[in-house]
C-alpha cells in the first residue's frame, strides 16, 4: 500500500492519481484528447484505490472538459469519505464575475458530486491572481466552503517568486500546488517555491513531478547513471522519489495512463525511504545534462490547445525535444514531423497559445526559428 502522509485529522496518499492524462480510445492526434476510455480508466482508478491512493486531481478543461464527468462516474463505486477529490476554478475561462458560480456549478454536476474535498484557485500567475482578486475568487470559494461544498482551499501556481509571496501574504491557504522536479527545482525556482511554501506552514502538492513524462524519457547517458548507481530502479522513480524526499510535500500528482505507469510509482512510494545525499545529487547532474541538450521545457500539458491554425503544438514540441535528447534520429524527426497535417509555417503569430502557456514558453517566436530552421 502506498505511503500516506498526515494533513489536518487525516491522512492523504504520497500518490495522487491525476486525471490530465488519461488512457484515451486513440492515440491521441491532438492537444487535449477528449476521447477517454473508460473501460481502461476504471481499471486504472480502481488499481490505485485498491493500492492505497486516496486523493484524485481533475480540472475544468482537462480532456477537453470531460475529465471531471469520468473522474466522478470512476469514483462513484467507492464511499465517499474514502478518498479526497480536487478540482479548479479557472478564472481565465470566466469573463464576469457570475461566471465563477457557474463554472462551480458545471464541475458538481459534471462530478456527480455534492462537495470538493481540495478546491484550488487554478494557474495563478500576477494576470490571473489580480483577475482573482478583482472577482473576489478567494471571497467566492471561502463562502462555498462555509456551505460546506468545499472542504480545503488552496492554489495552483505557476508565477513568480514575487507573486508567490504575494498570494500566501494576502489570504490563509489550506494548501499549494506547485511544478516541482529535479529539472525546475533551479530552472523554475521550484527549491525557492517549496521554501517559501514551507516556511509559511502550508503543505505542498506536486505537479509534473515527471515533467509531463520528460523525465521517464531521458537519454542514454542519463540511464546509465541512474542504471549504475541502482539498477533496478526505472528513470521515473528517480523523478518521484526525488519530489517524495521532502518532506513538506504532502502529495505527489502523477498523470498515469497505464498500469505499468502506476505499479512503478506504487512500489516507488511504498515503504519510501528518502534519497541520499548521493542520489540527490546524482538527479541534479542528470538535471544539468538536459539543460545542455537544448530541449524546449514543455510539459505536454496542452493549456495551449485550439490553435486557430490546429497546429498540435506539443506533439511538435514533443519531436523536437526527442530529437534533441537522441531518442529519434534526424530521419525519424523529421518523418514524424512531415506526417502532422499542420506544420510551424503555419503560425500566425497570435500568441494565443502563449498567454496560457503555465511554462511561460514563447511558443510563436519558437515555431518561426527553432522548429522551422530544425524541419524545413
Known sequence: ?????????????????????????????REANPLIDYKKGQELVDAAYNNGVNYFDTAYMYHAGKSEKFIGTALKKYPRDSYFLADKLPIWMCPKKADMEKVFRKQLERTGHDYFDFYLLHSLNKENYEKCEKFGAYDFVLEKQKEGKIKNIGFSFHGTIEDLKKIVSE??????????????????????????????????IVMEPVRGGKLAEVSPDIEEMFKKAKPENSAASWAIRFVASHPNVMTILSGMNSLEQLNDNISTLTDFVSMTDTELNICQNAAAMINKSEIIPCTGCDYC????????????????NKLKTGEYTEEQAKSEYSKMDASADACIGCGKCASHCPQSITIPELMKDTIHNTFA
Open 305 to 320: 490547445a485550439n490553435c486557430p491554425k490546429d497546429i498540435k503544438i506539443s506533439t511538435v514540441f514533443a519531436v523536437y
Open 171 to 204: 489570504h490563509k491557504w489550506d494548501f499549494a500546488q506547485i511544478q516541482m522536479n529535479y529539472l525546475d527545482w533551479k530552472n523554475q525556482n521550484a527549491e525557492e517555491q517549496y521554501q517559501i511554501l514551507t516556511d509559511a506552514g502550508i503543505p505542498v
Open 1 to 29: 500500500m502506498v505511503d500516506k502522509r498526515k494533513f489536518k485529522d487525516t491522512e492523504v496518499s504520497l500518490l495522487g492519481l491525476g486525471a490530465m492524462r488519461l488512457p484515451c480510445k486513440t492515440p491521441i492526434k
